[in-house]
């Protein structure tokens, strides 16, 4: 009963330096979304995907892109660190019937 | 630009008592208030949602109050226990096609003492 995996669960990088975040679900959800979660500003969307083919930017999309590999996956990935990236990030899917959200256990990410 | 705002940031209860934690929201379209949880280490998870056409939904210890003319929802624990230490977020979205774009509020640290 896996739910929503993300990998990796930390990571520590460079300014610079490029990763991806990976995201899969296995509760046949059509969307997806990814999350950064920093102290005192709550959780805030980053980009989202509505169905599987499509993507869109959410709140704070700046210095991210996505990309829906199928129904199950979803990854986040940065071309180029800024220490201002430093967070903890979540992937969460959605049930469509009732809008309740599903999410990873979480990836950390620092940049140094 | 903060769209749900909640308070406070944190909160200490004796076992037993009630803990409220408040939110305010200004975007009148949004149509669906959910309360997460979140321990130390994890995801966010549901814990309880209203939608704008009731005033109160309770499930256990937990109920949301709502009130539609200030824009305002609140949690309330009752018979607060150890066990609900945790974060606890408000959020507010509106349908938007298939995919429901939610706004946390910025969180409440709940600890509950002994």
């Known amino acids: 009963n896996a739910g929503v995996t993300q990998t990796p669960k930390f990571q520590v990088l460079k300014t610079g330096q490029s990763m991806t975040l990976q995201c899969a679900q296995d509760?046949?959800?059509?969307?997806m979304y990814w999350y950064r979660q920093d102290p005192g500003m709550g959780l805030r969307l980053i980009y989202y995907?509505?169905?599987?083919?499509?993507?869109d930017k959410g709140e704070v999309p700046n210095g991210y892109n996505v990309s829906r590999l199928n129904k199950r996956e979803f990854s986040l990935r940065l071309e180029s660190a800024a220490p201002s990236q430093t967070s903890v990030y979540f992937c969460?899917?959605?049930?469509?019937?009732?809008?309740?959200?599903?999410f990873g256990e979480g990836s950390r990410l620092t940049v140094l | 630009q903060q769209q749900v705002k909640q308070s406070p940031q944190s909160l200490i209860v004796q076992k037993g008592g009630i803990s409220i934690i408040n939110c305010a929201y200004e975007?009148?379209?949004?149509?669906?208030f959910p309360w997460y949880q979140q321990f130390p280490g994890k995801g966010p998870a549901l814990l309880i949602a209203?939608?704008?056409?009731?005033s109160e939904k309770k499930e256990g210890r937990f109920t949301i109050s709502f009130n539609k003319s200030a824009k305002q929802f609140s949690l309330h624990i009752m018979d607060s226990q150890p066990g609900d230490s945790a974060t606890y977020f408000c959020?507010?979205?509106?349908?938007?096609?298939?995919?429901?774009?939610?706004?946390f509020g910025s969180g409440t640290q709940l600890t509950v003492l002994p």
């Open positions: 969460a899917s959605s049930d469509r019937a009732t809008g309740e959200l599903f």
């Open positions: 509760m046949n959800h059509n969307s």
């Open positions: 995907s509505a169905s599987e083919g499509t993507t």
């Open positions: 975007n009148t379209a949004f149509d669906y």
């Open positions: 209203i939608r704008p056409d009731v």
């Open positions: 959020a507010a979205s509106k349908s938007s096609g298939s995919a429901r774009q939610l706004t």
